[in-house]
């Protein structure tokens, strides 16, 4: 009897480790990207700068642990542990990117807690560029160094609580709300945001979300949809739009940032595997709220899957700015550069390992 009550214990105890173990996953992504990008003061005597090189960079790499279990019959906890590194070499630590512990019910929906991707990015169902494009872009230049400028993008929250609605059966719309709080200082610097993305399965996708005082020190409203054309007609290709339109509250004038993505994405299908093409249209005006300061993007690329978890890529990309200022940032003090106008090329091609 001892014996059976020990294996019956032992058994338990192993079933309920086994449901408790996390997942680990993860990504590495690097590329060797050649890299012309320039800076032309638009004042008499103040400084230029340029780059002309090729650069071995890493792409979003990360590892993660990630899991769930159950507390009641319809609620779960559910737990992410998800961090950034660069297998390149730039950066020797690791930062936080979704980090949370939350509850998951099947009748009330998901609640996470902790650091967040904004609920601006659920409705981020246009953007196809990856590796060095891979991004909205920054919207100001830092440390002299020049990027591709593009409209405010989404960013993790911190101290944040996210809330995801149940998928209900014949209700083809999810909604998100986010809460942030101001405990990193005291400037009350609470925000929230909201956001709807509505998909039945037919091919046609659309979103539209609103946040105040989390990506920026302001609002953003944004729109998109997406179209698989392959669902109506014999031709694999998915479209995207995106609309998005952010009001700074920054001291003094400023002008409502504008911004634009259109893209289109191909599968082909005369390779022994999975292959794609797309290009993108980035375009900005009054770039982080300054009138005249716009910015122009086209990039073209494509991937082919060696397997569904190594992929191929390769890309170019063009992004034009004008009329913009460097910001460089020191501690608390920051300072802004002689307005002028900025240019990258960039040709890459990489390989990401997905685990």
């Known amino acids: 009897m001892k014996k059976l009550l020990l294996a019956t214990a032992v058994a338990a105890l192993s079933v309920s480790a086994a449901n408790a173990a996390p997942t680990i996953y993860g990504k590495a992504f690097l590329s060797a990207d050649y890299v012309n990008a320039d800076f032309d003061s638009r004042l008499a005597g103040a400084a230029d700068f340029d780059e002309d090189t090729v650069e071995i960079n890493s792409n979003s790499s990360r590892i993660g642990f990630k899991g769930s279990e159950a507390l009641t019959a319809n609620t779960d906890v559910i737990y992410r542990l998800e961090y950034g590194t660069s297998i390149d070499g730039d950066n020797a630590t690791f ?54 400028l593009n409209m405010a993008d989404s960013s993790r929250i911190n101290s944040s609580v996210l809330w995801t609605s149940p998928k209900y059966e014949g209700l083809p719309l999810q909604m998100f709300a986010m809460y942030n709080s101001d405990d990193d200082d005291f400037n009350n610097n609470s925000g929230f ?9 037919t091919g046609f996708t659309a979103g539209l979300a609103y946040d105040k005082d989390q990506n920026i020190d302001g609002d953003i409203i944004r729109g998109t949809a997406s179209v698989d054309l392959g669902k109506y007609i014999a031709a694999p290709v998915t479209l995207g739009a995106l609309y998005q339109v952010a009001d700074y509250d920054y001291d003094g004038d400023t002008e409502k940032e504008k911004g634009l993505v259109v893209s289109a994405s191909m599968g082909l299908t005369n390779f022994a595997r999975p292959a794609t093409i797309y290009t993108q249209y980035n375009k900005t005006d009054n770039l982080n709220g300054v009138d005249d300061a716009n910015s122009d993007q086209i990039v073209v690329g494509g991937q082919y899957f060696f397997k569904d978890n190594i992929i191929a890529h390769a890309y170019a990309g063009m992004n034009k700015a004008d009329n913009i200022q460097s910001v460089n940032v ?23 390992y997905l685990f």
Do not use: C, H
């Open 95 to 148: 930062s936080n990117r979704d980090t949370y512990l939350g509850l998951a019910n099947k009748q009330y929906g998901e609640l996470r807690v902790g650091k967040n991707q904004s609920s601006l990015d659920k409705i981020n169902n246009v953007v196809v560029n990856v590796g060095y494009w891979d991004n909205l872009g920054n919207n100001e230049m830092r440390d002299d160094v020049v990027e591709a």
């Open 193 to 201: 945001g909201v956001a709807a993305m509505f998909d039945q399965g």
């Open 330 to 352: 020191d501690g608390d003090v920051t300072t802004f550069g002689a307005p002028g106008d900025a240019e990258v090329f960039v040709l890459g091609t990489g390989l990401e």
